[in-house]
């Protein structure tokens, strides 16, 4: 079997729907479509978006590198995010503030506007608003935009090691964070406010 | 299931990793959200002011065929029939202006907006938002997707403690 599969354009965008569906599924399930538990992971409160973040990516790179290993899937026919370091770097942090001060992100404002949220449509409005503002400036910003191109590098390349050492490696780094999380939340409160006040377990 | 109505993160987020991985088997290529944002607004820009539209060469590469023909415009288009599926069956489906315990109706207009206005610019720098950058980029390994993993939770924890109560 070639994977991933050669499909005709109509099978192709039918698929994209049929994907889209369970994408949306499984972030109103993860409560992706609530701006309080969305911003939670900021003030310390909730961290279900860390959690059903990297839990997906854990599961899907885990899929990839097997699947690539077992030549069942051809990655080179797979579109890798291309890495353009600077600006993706200047974005990530803008789109930090975005998330923050909206409580969503572009997919999550669809999850939370399809679970009756017109608070999510304001913000899909303003997204497409801010999409259209980025290219009325484009040529200003064409320089930036396209400074520190590193084409579809990826970790394992760029660090020279076998994609299971990563791999091992974020499953450490994730099964770390997810200890620290849930015993925080188990605890109900912030335990840098807590060490503030002197009571360090 | 957890007494507010959601399922683990763990297990929601094992779906999603799923279904990501399902997309790069079948389609070639990850989960997307902000590409379908760009094209709607592309789109309606384009039938209000035709003219002034051709001159925004950004903008041609999402205009080249119909919403229809695209590919992540499906996919979330597909996003708000399956969220909407999961809300109705799990009865979280209820209309309201959500907004943090602080703040006014009139504020919530202006940060939903505002904020969006940021999100949708960030994301068109960034060649992508959590879906496409971080969630995708992030499973491909791709140093793409962990730069803007980092940088973005660098950046909210960094907001929330100057706007500590915006949400909280």
Redesign the interface.
Known sequence: MS???V?S?TV??A???????????????????????L?????R?D???????????????T??CL?SDLKV?DMS?????????W??????????????????????????????????L???????????????L??A?EGF?KMSD?S?????E?LRVN?WV??TV?YVFAGFM?YVMERHERRGRDPLAKKSLGAVS | MKKNGFWSPYLAGAGLGLTLLASFIIAGQGLGASRAFTVVAGKAMNAVAPEYTATLSYLSKYLERSAFSDWTFLEVTGVLIGALIGALVFRGFKLRFDRGSSMSVGMRVMTAFGGGIILGFASRLARGCTSGVALTGGAQLALSGWVFVIAMFASGFLFAALFRRLWS
């Open positions: 994977m991933p599969f499909l354009d192709n965008l698929a994209a729907v049929v994907i889209g569906l369970f994408f949306g599924f499984f972030l109103e399930r993860g409560g992706m479509g609530n701006p309080h538990r911003t939670g992971v900021f003030y409160t961290f279900a978006v860390p959690k059903m973040m990297f839990s997906a990516i854990l599961v899907a790179a899929g990839l699947l899937l026919r797979v579109w890798i995010i291309p890495t353009f370091f600006p993706q770097l200047a974005g990530g942090a803008l789109f930090g503030l975005g998330y923050l001060v909206s409580g969503y992100c572009p997919g999550t404002a669809a999850a939370g506007f399809a679970s009756g949220r017109l608070d999510a304001v913000t899909m409005v303003g997204i497409s608003s801010g999409t259209l503002l980025f290219s009325v484009y040529p910003l935009y590193m579809t590098v990826t970790l394992p760029l994609h990563l791999l974020v997810f």
